[in-house]
């Protein structure tokens, strides 16, 4: 059961000594939220308030993310929220390659127990996992399909509290989450009932790029880009 999972992988968190982190930090920080979530959300890392009470995001980015979920309808107890790494990086320095690889197998149980409609990720270190070598400023509230998932990246809430012009940016990445979790719900129901998954666009698209391709009469115009497959 998805939530005697979350329970086991919680407590190996707390008791972790993989790397380095947990030396300067008072505990481990797991992640929170029900099993079955339908949007979970991954950040980077613990930060002091975080630390003290082993809970994500109950600092002042916590407050900012909570209010753009009621913003859209929900509280922090609908979703699941987690990070990269589960203890605190000394004075929140950023993560470094070693530890987000030793944390990464916390991560990976706790997406495929919960198996969430939807993976937000909140800043680089999480957007990278995912998506490694792409820029955030490029790809920020665009959901891709991840191993048949939708990933939406997003800027932290930290960057937003700190940049003016990113905080309506984060609210507007925001305001589309409803959409895209209704989308992914018909995608995950339309492939249980044998479906490909794909909106009706997409599958006509699909299937006239399958197709053999009719020659085209002569012309001097030039050749149309292709034509990308829109998920959402
Ligand atoms: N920032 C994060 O990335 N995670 C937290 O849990 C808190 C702040």
């Known amino acids: 059961m998805a939530q005697a999972e979350l329970d ?9 000594r993989r790397c380095k982190l947990y030396r300067g930090a008072t505990q481990g920080v797991p992640g929170e939220g029900p099993a079955g ?3 979970m959300f991954i950040g980077e890392g613990p930060g002091f308030h975080e630390d003290q009470q082993g809970r994500p995001f109950v600092g002042a980015s916590g407050k900012f993310l909570e209010e753009m979920l009621a913003g859209i309808g929900l509280t922090r107890e609908q979703v699941f929220i987690a990070n990269v790494v ?4 000394p004075n929140n ?4 390659p070693d530890e987000i ?10 997406i495929a127990a919960i198996n969430p ?24 509230g665009q959901p891709k399909l991840v191993d048949g998932r939708p990933v939406v990246p997003m ?18 990445d925001f305001k589309k989450l409803p959409r895209f979790v209704a989308r992914a719900r018909e995608r995950r129901e339309d492939i249980a009932r044998g479906g490909t998954g794909l909106p009706p666009s997409a ?12 020659v085209p009469p002569p012309t001097d115009e030039p050749p149309a880009p292709p034509t990308q497959l829109s998920l959402f």
Do not use: W
Request: net charge positive; glycine share 2%.
């Open 93 to 96: 320095r950023d993560p470094e």
């Open 86 to 89: 589960k203890h605190r990086p």
């Open 155 to 172: 800027f932290h809430p930290a960057a937003a509290l700190h940049q003016q012009s990113l905080r309506q940016t984060l609210l507007d």
């Open 117 to 140: 409609l939807l993976i937000v990720t909140l800043g680089r270190y999480s957007m990278r996992k995912f998506f490694p070598n792409a820029s955030i400023s490029a790809i920020h």
């Open 101 to 110: 690889a030793a944390c990464a197998g916390f991560l990976d149980r706790q």
């Open 203 to 214: 599958n006509a698209t699909a299937s006239a790029a399958t197709a053999p391709a009719p």
């Open 8 to 16: 086991v992988i919680a407590a190996e968190v707390r008791a972790c």
């Open 37 to 39: 979530a339908e949007i």
